[in-house]
């Protein structure tokens, strides 16, 4: 064992020598960087041999090395200064973690309280709750009879459902519902002029038929079409007025500042009461499925929270290409009194359902990301259109797979010229070289589904490219450096006006000097 010894002392002996050694080599080293006295000497040695040049450059070396230090000096007080800031002495630590506690305790103590109020309004409903949450609360007050909400749609005795509306709109579309006769003989067209007339005769609201053109040409190529401009153009009046003509009213969901996820749209499952809370949107989605009625869901102000948070999961799920492939979760089991339409705690996204959200641009709502814009059809709504005289138009029935129909007959019918198609690829290109942008695949199927519904409507191709591509593509022109892109605009117009013509693109061409004037202020 002595041996061990004897050999851990060397060793260790040998070890700590080395580090005093390293020690003493950055002392010597530190002493040596002060020498004053040292490069005192050096300089008298050779300042007799210097010239002109080297005093110049004698000075500037003296004021770099003095720099040098200064900074090392500064980055050391800099790195004590922040490494004492987080140091927390002892006893401050331990009255940090005593304040934690008993703030839990308060935090317990408001949600015992919660509960208790909650559990009397619940009962106060005629709901059964648990009883250990009344115990000794409201002891001595009176029953108070549950007052009859009323409904557009009859409910039922809810009993221990946990879908109390949606089952409502089981029974109610089980026993009371006949379903009406539709208008199956309109075309595109034909809607676009009768739905004008409608709006402004039996609603005193006017729109220009060129804007009833692009709403149902945007229907029949994407599932969410967003109404942007000013305030006070119609741009929640005009899913409204659709609602009216085809006698099926659209269902408005007020966005709110605070909306943060899909719960304030789907709602959600209160482990509390055992009920789901059950939203407008929820109802809507569910009703669709017992009606072929073409129905609108308005997202009023959707930009006044961040749409990409609360309607993420959506805008995924109508990604999707099969219609029954739509299903959106609600609860993770399935109930034997949950309603018919839920299979799994799921519910099915129906086809006859479009979303329409209107959007105000001004410094209190949130900008809209590419990820929605990508996915929507964007409609500007800039000016009030003028009155006019309107012969009375009556409402109509429309089934949507009479629209589906028409859709897809336009689409075989008014496909975009091989023509135009190489004029698109070459247009591409263009993008891509001087401005660093592409069509995309979605975007390139967007403009493929639109054009064809859009002549279908009464328009020109020209025109549906025209507009397509103003608001697909060059809107994302404001994403990129005004500096960038403002050389570039006038050669870009040129080369509209020898690809389509002087006279066409005129939407594209007014967009982009926009754009340059905007870049000029």
Aim: proline share 3%; charged share 25%.
């Amino acid at each position: 064992m002595n041996a061990f010894f004897y050999y851990f002392y060397t060793m260790m002996e040998h070890i700590i020598e080395l580090f005093m050694q390293v020690v003493f080599a950055i002392g010597d080293f530190l002493m040596a960087l002060v020498d004053i006295p040292y490069y005192v000497g050096v300089f008298k040695t050779y300042r007799g041999d210097l010239s002109t040049a080297g005093w110049v450059c004698v000075i500037l070396v003296h004021i770099l090395i003095i720099a040098l230090i200064i900074l090392v000096i500064y980055l050391i007080y800099r790195g004590l200064r922040i490494a004492l800031r987080f140091k927390v002495p002892v006893v401050e630590y331990e009255k940090m973690k005593d304040e934690v506690v008993r703030l839990n305790r308060e935090v317990l103590k408001t949600q015992y309280e919660k509960d208790k109020i909650l559990a009397m309004k619940v009962s106060e409903m005629g709901m059964q709750v648990n009883a250990d949450l009344l115990d000794g609360v409201n002891e001595d007050s009176e029953e108070t009879e549950t007052e009859q909400v009323e409904s557009d749609v009859p409910t039922i005795d809810v009993g221990e459902l946990r879908f109390p509306r949606l089952s409502g709109i089981d029974q109610f579309y089980k026993t009371e519902y006949v379903a009406p006769e539709y208008d199956d003989t309109l075309n595109l067209e034909e809607l676009c002029q009768k739905m004008r007339n409608f709006a402004a005769s039996r609603l005193g609201l006017y729109y220009d038929l060129e804007i009833m053109k692009r709403l149902f040409a945007s229907l029949g190529a994407a599932k969410l079409v967003i109404l942007q401009g000013i305030s006070g153009t119609g741009k929640t009046s005009l899913p409204y007025a659709f609602g009216q003509f085809v006698q099926y009213p659209s269902a408005i969901c007020s966005v709110q500042p605070s909306w943060r996820d899909r719960t304030e749209l789907v709602g959600y499952y209160n482990e509390f009461t055992k009920k789901y809370t059950e939203p407008d949107f929820l109802k809507t989605l569910y009703e669709a499925q017992y009606v072929e009625d073409a129905r609108l869901v308005i997202l009023d102000e959707m930009n006044i929270a961040r749409v990409e948070y609360y309607f993420a999961e959506m805008l995924s799920i109508l990604e999707l290409p099969r219609d029954d492939e739509r299903f959106l979760t609600l609860v993770s089991s399935q109930a034997a009194s949950d309603p018919d339409g839920i299979k799994d705690g799921k519910v099915w996204i129906p086809p006859n359902l479009w979303y329409v959200g209107t959007i105000n641009n001004d410094d209190s709502t949130f900008a809209v990301s590419d990820k929605v814009y990508d996915r929507a059809i964007p409609i500007d709504l800039d000016e009030k259109a003028e009155f006019f005289e309107a012969p009375d138009q009556e409402p109509i029935r429309l089934n949507y797979k009479h629209l589906m129909k028409l859709y897809a007959e336009a689409k075989e019918k008014y496909p975009i010229s091989q023509q135009m198609l190489l004029e698109l690829d070459k247009l591409d290109s263009y993008l891509v070289k001087h401005f660093r942008l592409s069509f995309g695949n979605r975007i390139m199927r967007q403009i493929k589904d639109y054009v064809p519904c859009y002549v279908a409507c009464g328009g020109s191709e020209i025109d549906g490219i025209d507009f397509i591509f103003s608001c697909k593509i060059l809107r994302k022109f404001e994403s990129l450096g005004m500096g960038f892109i403002r050389d570039e605009i006038d050669g870009f117009i040129k080369y509209l006006d020898h690809v389509f013509g002087e006279e066409n693109m005129q939407i594209s061409k007014n967009y982009l000097l926009r754009l340059k004037k905007m870049g000029s202020n």
